[in-house]
């Protein structure tokens, strides 16, 4: 009874400081000192032990299985690539080529988002990025508002499980994956996500005419050339990692080099935009890794009061099968894609539900164990994708209305998104009576090689 209400405590203490707009990660460090105390009231432990905090921090930090050296350098390439001006060139060269395809701009603008991928673990620049070179066109087409918001908002959202994003990291870091595994196996689901998106938009904007780039908005060969070597930097991220080159940190420290070269190549390599590019990249990762200490501190405290026990109790009570029981937990990490971070809920509210996703035996439906856990991740990082797109919390909506010109309105984009949310919702009940889906390239990648770097 104790460990049951010193568990409910726990976690409305976590929804209460997240909810008064304090700090997650000084919330979560705070939660986590006062379990600690709770569990030694209770006789868990004792004050003796409070070394175990600092023990728990340093063997997350030190951990060379997680390169989490690689996760500055991927933010850093996203914004250098935002900062070279490279998605406007995109949006424009995209124009182009589709200009025999109804609907061309709304999926040239789909496709930008899988492009700046490394970009989409901030989801805001991301988003906002788009936001700026495609919203115009759109509009000046004639498109309706919703459909113009939905697509920005779209963009944003695909890159956020797109290797080599981010976020992938974090998902095959809780499930204890090889990361190359990971980013192969939301390739297809991915690409499929784009494919049935962009199908939606040609249908529904089949009678609608895109008005022409004028002459002067038509990509050169020098801006041609910068976009090829953008899209060859970004996909040499997860090839190499795949095909044992290199390791993580290597291949994203290349790739931040070839970020470079292409911002220099455009003539945008200044002094003050790489200071103002160089910053943001401190800001947002000392963000990430404070919510990392923050999450270890958090779970140390959950595990003393054995909360996770509880909450396995709990599941388990309501009696469901094991079909029943993955719906109600991506559910769950859909509802919480509302009010948290993608980051929250990896390293805080994942390793909470991990023995629930844990008892849960699909090994005869994917064909064996360690590969039930990809298209489980694989799901999972899908249902947080979806959360970005979902009326009436998600991020990528906010992100996409703040960067709208006047006209476009949340409602109007909220009426964009639902389809959309559909469209993805069906794709994972797919993917969850069809794991070929997830787990093929992944197989193919791991009886081809053996590599000790694909990790």
């Known amino acids: 009874m104790e460990t049951e209400i010193l568990t409910i405590a726990m976690l409305g203490l976590l929804g209460i400081g997240v909810f008064s707009g304090f700090p997650v990660a000084l919330v979560l460090t705070a939660t986590g000192f006062l379990a600690f105390v709770a569990a030694v009231v209770i006789g868990v432990t004792d004050f003796g032990h409070l070394g175990l905090i600092y023990l728990r921090v340093r063997g997350m930090l030190t951990n060379e299985g997680v390169q989490f050296t690689s996760v500055p350098l991927l933010i850093f390439l996203g914004l250098v690539l935002n900062a070279s001006g490279v998605a406007a060139t995109l949006f424009q060269t995209l124009g182009h080529v589709l200009k025999s395809v109804p609907g061309r701009y709304a999926i040239a603008t789909l496709l930008i988002g899988l492009i700046l991928a490394p970009a989409a673990g901030v989801i805001g620049a991301s988003v906002v990025t788009v936001a700026l070179v495609a919203y115009g066109p759109m509009l000046r087409s004639g498109y309706a508002p919703s459909t113009a918001g939905s697509a920005v908002a779209a963009s944003g959202a695909l890159g956020v499980v797109f290797p080599p994003a981010v976020l992938l990291f974090f998902v095959a870091n809780v499930f204890q994956l090889r990361i190359a595994l990971m980013y192969t196996a939301l390739v297809i689901p991915v690409l499929l996500l784009v494919l049935f998106f962009s199908l939606f938009y040609a249908v529904t904007l089949r009678n609608r005419v895109d008005v022409a780039l004028s002459d002067m908005e038509k990509p050169t060969m020098r801006d041609v050339f910068s976009v090829i070597i953008a899209i060859g930097v970004i996909a ?50 000392s963000m990430v890794f404070f919510i990392v200490v923050g999450a270890s501190i958090f779970s140390l405290g959950f595990n003393l009061i054995e909360g996770r026990e509880v909450l396995l109790e709990w599941i388990n009570g309501f009696d469901l099968g094991r079909w029943m029981t993955l719906a109600l937990l991506l559910g769950i990490i859909l509802v919480l894609g509302f009010v948290f971070d993608w980051i929250e809920i990896l390293l805080v509210f994942l390793p909470i539900l ?102």
């Not at 005869?364 to 991740?377: C, E, N, P, Q, R």
């Not at 999972?380 to 006209?407: D, E, H, N, V």
Request: net charge negative; aromatic share 10%.
């Open 354 to 455: 991990l023995p629930a996703f844990g008892q849960l035996d699909f090994s005869d439906h994917v064909g064996s164990d360690y590969f039930s856990k990809i298209w489980l991740a694989g799901l999972i990082a899908l249902a947080l994708q979806t959360s970005f797109l979902t009326p009436p919390f998600g991020y990528a909506l906010f992100f996409a209305k703040m960067a709208a010109p006047p006209g476009v309105n949340l409602a109007d984009i909220y009426r964009g998104a639902g389809p959309l949310v559909i469209i993805e919702i069906l794709l994972i009940a797919v993917l969850a009576l069809w794991p070929e889906l997830i787990t093929w390239l992944p197989e193919l990648v791991l009886s081809k090689s053996d590599s000790p770097l694909l990790n």
């Open 236 to 285: 040499a991220i997860p090839l190499s990692i795949v095909g044992g080159i290199a390791t993580l940190s290597e291949a994203a420290g290349i790739g931040v080099f070839g970020g470079l070269l292409v911002m220099a190549f455009r003539g945008r390599m200044t002094f003050a935009r790489l200071d103002k590019t160089i910053v943001q990249t401190a800001s947002m990762t």
